[in-house]
């Protein structure tokens, strides 16, 4: 019978090496200090392409943050988030729990552009790299309400905030922020109301829940709150979908659908118009998908700034935009 290295053999052979874990061992300065580290291996250890990598680091860690609201309360949020640091070429890997160390360094502070920043200085240090990024991504309530009913429900913003610091020594900030609203198609609008006039025939003009990501670069030393964001984009659309609704909101909506249709072209215009005018806003990209209730297919759209070295419109995850 042959012998087994981990388990025991069936005819009772105690295996070749022994497991277990010792509970009671602490790890010393000194025995730390004999441990092997990856980050001194001969250069000969690095694998495949001799290049530098831009980005590299964690994805999805979580925990709980602080947000600040524009009327000045703090928010708990649950928080997921990615760092990243370029490598250089001659460097085989990077130590990952540092960045998530720079960051629980941090962890109490309240998120702000300025708070990214100092974490990202510390990827600078700690990491030894040349360019580091930061992106806070989380699920933000604002009480919204009702169209004619007096009632209020909360509703919930994918957002994200991210930062860049790029190896020579400038820092940019970024908003993402996610926008749900109705779409009523002006095309079949103007043909129900045909068919109504010419043929008495009742007809339902289609219309669709759609989505608007919104990405934009706060000028230095500006703030824009999330707020303001959905204000814009508020402003500009207008059919936001709605929370909390009675028959008399239902009818608001219609009627308010009836007064604001859009096509997936209309949106991003209607955006760009609102945006552009805000002076804390360097550059943004505005991507729309209307999710078809006519069509198997999304329409989508897409629109930036024209920023010079800017932001391009060459977006094309639309299936992220699904609502």
């Known amino acids: 019978m042959k012998p087994m290295y981990l388990h025991n053999s069936s005819c009772g052979q105690p295996p070749k090496i022994k497991r277990g874990y010792d509970k009671k061992f ?34 999805n860690f979580r925990l709980p943050l602080r947000i600040r609201t524009k009327g000045g309360k703090v928010l708990t949020l649950e928080a997921s988030i990615t760092g990243t640091v370029s490598l250089e070429a001659e460097l085989k890997g990077i130590n990952m729990s540092r ?15 300025e708070w990214m920043g100092k974490i990202l200085k510390a990827y600078l240090r700690k990491v030894e790299t040349k360019d580091a990024r930061l992106k806070v991504k989380f699920s933000y309530p604002m009480l919204r309400p009702s169209l004619r009913s007096d009632l209020a429900g909360w509703q919930y913003y994918d957002v994200s905030f991210e930062g860049v610091m790029t190896r020579d020594g400038r820092y940019r900030r970024f908003i993402h922020f996610d926008f749900v609203y109705s779409s009523a198609c002006p095309c079949s609008a103007e043909l129900s109301e045909h068919a109504r006039d010419l043929r008495g025939a009742y007809a339902v003009p289609h219309s669709q829940r759609s989505k608007a990501r919104i990405t934009l670069e ?17 402003n500009a659309l207008q059919t936001e979908t709605q929370v909390m609704v009675k028959r008399e909101d239902e009818q ?11 096509f997936v072209e209309d949106a991003a215009r209607l955006l760009y118009k609102e945006f552009d005018g805000d002076k804390r806003i360097v550059d943004f ?17 897409v629109i930036c700034k024209g920023v010079k070295g800017g932001f391009s419109a060459d977006f094309m995850d639309f299936g992220s935009l699904l609502c």
């Not at 001969?42 to 530098?52: F, K, L, R, S, T």
């Not at 000028?219 to 508020?234: M, R």
């Not at 729309?288 to 989508?300: F, I």
């Open 252 to 262: 608001a909506f219609a009627e308010l659908n009836g007064a604001s249709l859009k």
């Open 285 to 301: 990209r505005i991507a729309c998908t209307h999710l078809e209730s006519l069509h198997s297919h999304d329409a989508v759209s």
């Open 26 to 59: 602490k790890a010393t300065i000194a025995y730390r200090a004999t441990l092997p580290d990856m980050m001194q291996a001969a250069h000969d250890a690095i694998q495949g392409a001799n290049v530098p990598i831009q980005q590299v680091g964690i994805h």
């Open 218 to 234: 706060e000028a230095d030393g500006k703030k824009i709150w999330i707020e303001d964001v959905h204000a814009h984009c508020l």
């Open 99 to 113: 960045i998530m160390r720079s960051f629980y360094d941090h962890k109490n502070g309240v998120v702000t552009g």
